[in-house]
């Protein structure tokens, strides 16, 4: 009986321990726990696979950079509102500066040479009536004031090629109705609107130069016909001009007196479209 019962602790004493064998209600962790336990595990699993990776990326050499064009790509797309709003600003102190160029002269000067300030102040020149000297500003934009001499005087031609003249600032030279030449040579402002403002100079202008101008289109030339004392015309190199042979008829119709000066195209009238673009142009005039 006794070694029965000695048999029985020892095997008792020499089984191993299970888990299984403890209460449910004991040790054992219960299921909100177990998950906790085994996103911990995942998570350091995760952290110690990054770690690995991040230590061999170390030990390998940096890549190689990338291309000037490239890198500039990639900063105008990460600061593409920065630089919309840039151009959006620049473009807003343009068009302000413009409209402050054209208002006219403070009020300080006097009526009899607002249109003098005003062409100088734009870097033009003017030449007075009965007189040989022109009178110009610098590339600086300085111009002396011997022009005030002249008060009374009025102005016989004036040049304002590849100045910022446009519609507004033509009302500053309203006034003089002697003027007989006007030169707006290369102006990037003079357009369509520009040229039906010429009617103010339908009595006196005999000489108008509009060549190189990039806004005016065969519909802003039709305004020209107002201009019934024009003798010389020039209207070379007009790009946004698609039919400048039919155009160069159209013109000399409407002003049979004027000589016209076009330059700068192709007058192949082959290619313009015949006649049926003639009476649309002039349809289109009347």
Known sequence: MKNSNRLRVRRRGSR???????????????????????????SALLLLVARRQWCSSSA?????????????????????????????????????WLEWKNIGP?????????????????????????QSEWFRADHRGRFRQDFLKHKGTPLEEVDMSHTDINFTGLRNLASQQSL???????????????LSRLHVFEDCLEELDISHCPQITTGGLAALRNLKGLKRLDVSSLPRIEIAGLVVILLEEMLPQCQIT???????????????EVEELSQRQR
């Open 16 to 42: 191993k321990f299970v888990p299984h064998d403890i209460p449910s209600s004991g040790l054992i962790m219960s299921a909100p726990l177990t998950s906790l336990h085994r996103c911990c595990q995942r």
């Open 106 to 130: 403070r009020s300080s000067w006097r009526s009899e040479v607002t249109s003098q300030y005003y062409v100088l102040r734009l870097r033009g020149g003017f030449r007075y009536a009965g």
């Open 60 to 96: 390998s050499p940096p890549p190689p950079p990338l291309p000037r064009h490239r890198r500039l790509l990639l900063f105008l797309t990460q600061r593409y509102y920065d630089i919309e709003m840039l151009v959006n600003w620049k473009s807003q102190l343009k068009r302000k």
């Open 180 to 194: 007989r030449t006007l030169k707006l040579r290369g102006c990037p402002y003079v357009d369509d609107w520009f």
């Open 262 to 276: 076009a330059t700068g195209y192709n007058l192949d009238l082959s290619q313009a479209g015949g006649e049926k």
